[in-house]
């Protein structure tokens, strides 16, 4: 009698809304959801770092020390910036990211780089550096693999500390004046099947001048 008497107090309470189980576990998910840091750009003085599920009043971490954090007005789960952490990053440095969320949660390092970074927007153009300059190849189109052809190593240097992540073919250093070029080929994973697909390959090619 007892037992029929709570299952029926049970599904009183559930169906007048006062004991609401989903929205618990909906709260509990989010509240275990860690953010995702996915790009992160430095303008003038400023970091912005975009992702997914950054809590309100998430704060985002330099080499391991919090930055003055604001999350954006438009897009606050998504972005966050840092309005004077630029002031604590040199050009050309490689600086270790994340992002804490006020739950507790801390995303992945992102390993971020402050100097030239050369796209596919590059393509075709000369690009001219100082001897000691470093620069990192981006090269991104949704579904294509990258085979980079390096060059001159008497002339560029890759570096060890290269950050692997999708996209980023190498991390460079310009290491004496002469001019050498770099190039690389997109493939889809269908060009590699046999037979290969027809599909058009890419080309990514810039002409390096050192002084």
């Known amino acids: 009698m007892r037992r029929r008497i709570w299952s029926l107090s049970l599904l009183v309470l559930l169906a007048s809304g006062q004991l609401n189980l989903s929205a618990s576990s909906d709260s509990l998910a989010a509240a275990r959801q860690e953010p995702r840091v996915t790009e992160a750009r430095l303008n003038g003085k400023k970091l912005v770092v975009f992702g997914e599920n950054f809590s309100e009043g998430a ?12 999350n954006d007005t438009d897009n606050p789960s998504g972005v966050l910036i840092a309005k004077k952490a630029g002031k604590s990053i040199s050009p050309g440095k490689m600086v270790k990211i994340a992002v804490l969320n006020k739950t507790g949660a801390m995303s992945l390092t992102f390993n971020f780089f402050s100097g030239l970074i050369l796209t596919l927007e590059d393509a075709g153009k000369t690009i001219t550096l100082k001897v000691g300059d470093r620069f990192q190849v981006l090269l991104k189109k949704e579904g294509f693999e990258w085979t980079l052809d390096s060059p001159d190593p ?50 990514f090619q810039v002409t390096l001048v050192i002084e």
């Open 59 to 70: 704060i985002i971490i330099i080499d391991g020390e919090p930055a003055k954090t604001r």
């Open 154 to 203: 008497t002339i560029i240097k890759r570096l060890a500390d290269d950050p692997m992540f999708p996209g980023i073919q190498g991390l460079f250093q310009a290491t004496r004046a002469g001019t050498t070029g770099l190039s690389a080929r997109g493939e889809l994973p269908c060009h590699k099947s046999t037979p290969p697909c027809l599909a058009p390959t890419l080309g």
